[in-house]
């Protein structure tokens, strides 16, 4: 069983506004990531970390920002919150390259 | 850049039939290659690990096997029940961020 939580799992919010999705895990992985993935289409990477103070930005091209100060911890920022925004968020954790990569529930989020 | 496709996009099968997803990848230096099952809404769940220098993994019903000179992963469901209808992804981890690139997944749909 995969102890990696994402809140909130559904989150419906206005336009313009800040928004930080949250993500934690418990199994002490040093390797964290999200995805964005919207309706019948791929998980694309859009931030990645190998650690604390470690953060990189992944192959689409997001206006989020992450944030790596706990290992356990991998909070998503939206600043200003736009209906492009809309999509399911999921994050995952690792240890290493050579071992399961495992998510969480995902965050889907709906900017009206 | 690595590509990952997977055929088919959607199958429908009886009850206790038993089936392959073909998963296929561009770039033959990898990691690793992962099966997850996703349900409407939910995350993924791992399913199967399988290392490059691996040929299969079996778990339960299910086998996945890998040959990276041929760039093709396939997953084997024995015995196919309607709780095996979801989405099956596969996902190969290389390049220097050690990232997992996706497919669109393929749509099982058990029949009882």
């Known amino acids: 069983e995969a102890d990696i939580y994402q809140t909130p799992r559904y989150l419906v919010i206005g336009t313009g506004k800040k928004i930080t999705l949250e993500c934690s895990q418990t199994m002490g992985h040093d390797k964290m990531y999200w995805y964005q993935q919207d309706p019948g289409m791929e998980l694309h990477l859009i931030h990645y970390s190998y650690g604390v103070n470690s953060t990189e930005k992944g192959d689409l091209s997001s206006e989020s920002t992450v944030s790596r100060i706990r290992t356990e911890h991998f909070p998503l920022t939206l600043e200003s919150a736009r209906p492009s925004h809309t999509s399911q968020y999921l994050c995952?954790?690792?240890?290493?390259?050579?071992?399961?990569?495992?998510f969480g529930q995902g965050t889907r989020l709906t900017v009206v | 850049k690595q590509e990952v496709t997977q055929i088919p996009a959607a199958l429908s099968v009886p009850e206790g039939e038993n089936l392959v997803l073909n998963c296929s990848f561009t770039?033959?230096?990898?990691?690793?290659l992962q099966w997850f099952r996703q349900d409407p809404g939910k995350g993924l769940t791992s399913l199967l690990l399988i290392q490059s220098s691996q040929r299969e993994q079996t778990s339960g019903r299910l086998n996945a096997s890998l040959d990276k000179s041929s760039g093709r992963s396939t997953l084997y469901i024995a015995a196919s029940q309607p709780g095996d209808s979801a989405t099956y992804l596969c996902?190969?981890?290389?390049?220097?961020?050690?990232?997992?690139?996706f497919g669109k997944g393929t749509l099982l749909t058990v029949n009882p």
């Open positions: 996902a190969d981890r290389g390049g220097s961020n050690y990232k997992l690139t």
């Open positions: 995952a954790s690792s240890v290493g390259v050579n071992t399961e990569a495992f």
């Open positions: 770039d033959s230096a990898i990691y690793n």
